[in-house]
């Protein structure tokens, strides 16, 4: 595998973090696969062609808009309101906004050339406790959609042929981000808002297919699975990446970093 692409891989955190405080900010860190694809991965899985497309932008994103008037004399126009999905809680208890925009939608994942769709709760970085198992919770009502039960763990020579697909075609495939999301569950919350719960260590045994949850179900528990440094630095990637899709995206898709906190700001307003 080609490390320098990985930061390297074992000293991925490392490297953002020493970044962050460089530049006097928070820790910065970086997460795996980020993108919609219907299969669950597993050590042996054939990778199919992939179609030279990446992730809509935007295009899914509820925002509002504003027209200036024409005439040179007038005042500069309001800015829009945000509108979205609002009234979700955290995914886990006493968490709050991730800190940094590494951790926030639209950031760079250059080692496999694409970009991050959704939220990264990690220790330290985000307000709760977190580590190997600490409970992953529903963050509204709704019903299960996908719960990846017979999931089977990555490879190392899974891992090094994604490295090499994805720096070979520039972008990262759909297939190719659903196994870097290791194992899953999806909630479906009604109106198009579907939330995905990533890397997880394990399922409730209670979480399958159809079943309906309430806000703060447990639905597993945190864990690094998908994570190329599942396979190279066991241990270091432990993170819940969770992500709101609104139809076919993510919310916040191709907006700028200020928007996209601030949209997200709002959907946990209750």
Same mark, same amino acid.
């Given at each position: 595998?080609?490390?320098?692409?990985?930061?390297?891989?074992?000293?991925?955190?490392?490297?953002?973090?020493?970044?962050?405080?460089?530049?006097?900010?928070?820790?910065?860190?970086?997460?795996?696969?980020?993108?919609? !694809? =219907?299969?669950? @991965? $597993?050590?042996?899985? /054939?990778? %199919?062609?992939?179609? &030279?497309?990446?992730?809509?932008? *935007?295009?899914?994103?509820?925002?509002?808009?504003?027209?200036?008037?024409?005439?040179?004399? !007038? =005042?500069?126009? @309001? $800015?829009?309101?945000? /509108?979205? %999905?609002?009234?979700? &809680?955290?995914?886990?208890?006493? *968490?709050?906004?991730?800190?940094?925009?590494?951790?926030?939608?639209?950031?760079?994942?250059?080692?496999?050339?694409?970009?991050?769709?959704?939220?990264?709760?990690?220790?330290?970085? &985000?307000?709760?406790?977190?580590?190997?198992?600490?409970?992953?919770?529903?963050?509204?009502?709704?019903?299960?959609?996908?719960?990846?039960?017979?999931?089977?763990?990555?490879?190392?020579?899974?891992?090094?042929?994604?490295?090499?697909?994805?720096?070979?075609?520039?972008?990262?495939?759909?297939?190719?981000?659903?196994?870097?999301?290791?194992?899953?569950?999806?909630?479906?919350?009604?109106?198009?808002?579907?939330?995905?719960?990533?890397?997880?260590?394990?399922?409730?045994?209670?979480?399958?297919?159809?079943?309906?949850?309430?806000?703060?179900?447990?639905?597993?528990?945190?864990?690094?699975?998908?994570?190329?440094?599942?396979?190279?630095?066991?241990?270091?990637?432990?993170?819940?990446?969770?992500?709101?899709?609104?139809?076919?995206?993510?919310?916040?898709?191709?907006?700028?970093?200020?928007?996209?906190?601030?949209?997200?700001?709002?959907?946990?307003?209750?």
């Amino acid at each position: 595998m080609d490390e320098s692409r990985h930061g390297p891989l074992s000293s991925r955190r490392a490297f953002l973090t020493r970044s962050a405080f460089a530049a006097g900010g928070l820790l910065l860190f970086a997460c795996g696969g980020d993108d919609e !694809a =219907p299969a669950t @991965a $597993t050590g042996t899985a /054939t990778i %199919p062609p992939a179609k &030279a497309t990446e992730t809509p932008r *935007a295009s899914a994103t509820p925002t509002a808009s504003a027209t200036p008037t024409a005439a040179a004399s !007038a =005042p500069p126009a @309001a $800015t829009p309101a945000l /509108t979205g %999905p609002t009234g979700f &809680a955290y995914p886990i208890a006493g *968490a709050c906004m991730p800190a940094g925009d590494q951790l926030m939608p639209n950031a760079p994942r250059t080692y496999r050339n694409g970009i991050h769709e959704g939220l990264d709760f990690y220790p330290g970085l &985000a307000c709760a406790p977190i580590q190997r198992g600490t409970p992953i919770l529903a963050a509204k009502d709704g019903t299960v959609v996908r719960a990846d039960l017979a999931y089977q763990d990555i490879t190392l020579a899974l891992v090094q042929e994604l490295d090499a697909r994805t720096k070979a075609q520039g972008f990262s495939d759909p297939v190719t981000l659903d196994i870097y999301r290791g194992r899953q569950v999806w909630v479906d919350h009604g109106g198009g808002i579907v939330t995905r719960h990533c890397h997880m260590q394990f399922i409730d045994p209670a979480i399958k297919v159809g079943v309906a949850v309430k806000t703060g179900s447990v639905l597993g528990g945190v864990g690094e699975s998908g994570t190329p440094e599942f396979i190279t630095a066991p241990n270091t990637e432990l993170h819940l990446h969770w992500e709101l899709r609104v139809g076919e995206s993510f919310l916040g898709s191709g907006l700028p970093p200020a928007t996209v906190r601030a949209l997200y700001e709002r959907v946990f307003t209750r």
